[in-house]
């Protein structure tokens, strides 16, 4: 499942091998604050944002919110990274929002299934505009 991809493959392929420092909501958000808040100063204080696009991500509406945040975050600062990555193939998902389908008619993003996809997040991650 997707907890399972997070704690094993992003966590060691990003953090332990690649040296990236990751914002994981199970981890690294403050007790007692608001979720929006712990949501809000992650991004607002990161590089970018990697967005790991799933049923499960679709569903959640703390994942939409996310989503959302860190897009309009992308938005209005043009250093701020902003990356999908397909954890299921487009055509699997069900009631995606119209904001997201339009994001992805119009992005690149990447399948999870990508030979090169630690390289290739990295790379987004490090560039400058």
Same mark, same amino acid.
């Given at each position: @499942?997707?907890?399972?991809? %997070?704690?094993?493959?992003? %966590?060691?392929?990003?953090?332990?091998?690649? @040296?990236?420092?990751l914002?994981?909501?199970?981890?690294? #958000?403050?007790?007692?604050?608001?979720?929006?808040?712990?949501?809000?100063?992650?991004?607002?204080? !990161?590089?970018?944002?990697?967005?790991?696009?799933?049923?499960?991500? %679709?569903?959640? @509406?703390?994942?939409?919110?996310e #989503?959302?945040?860190?897009?309009?975050?992308?938005?209005?600062?043009?250093? #701020?990274? #902003?990356?999908?990555?397909?954890?299921?193939?487009?055509?699997?998902? !069900?009631?995606?929002?119209?904001?997201?389908?339009?994001?992805?008619?119009?992005?690149?993003?990447?399948?999870?299934?990508?030979?090169?996809?630690?390289?290739?997040?990295?790379?987004?991650?490090?560039?400058?505009?």
């Open positions: @499942g997707d907890a399972n991809f %997070i704690d094993n493959d992003v %966590i060691q392929n990003l953090e332990q091998r690649r @040296g990236l420092q914002c994981i909501h199970q981890r690294d #958000f403050l007790a007692g604050e608001l979720i929006a808040e712990n949501i809000t100063k992650a991004i607002l204080s !990161s590089r970018g944002a990697i967005i790991m696009l799933s049923q499960k991500f %679709i569903d959640s @509406g703390w994942c939409q919110y #989503f959302a945040v860190a897009h309009e975050h992308a938005t209005m600062e043009k250093n #701020f990274k #902003f990356l999908i990555v397909l954890l299921e193939p487009a055509t699997k998902l !069900s009631k995606v929002p119209r904001y997201i389908r339009a994001y992805l008619r119009t992005r690149t993003y990447l399948p999870h299934d990508d030979p090169l996809i630690w390289s290739k997040i990295t790379a987004h991650l490090m560039e400058s505009n």
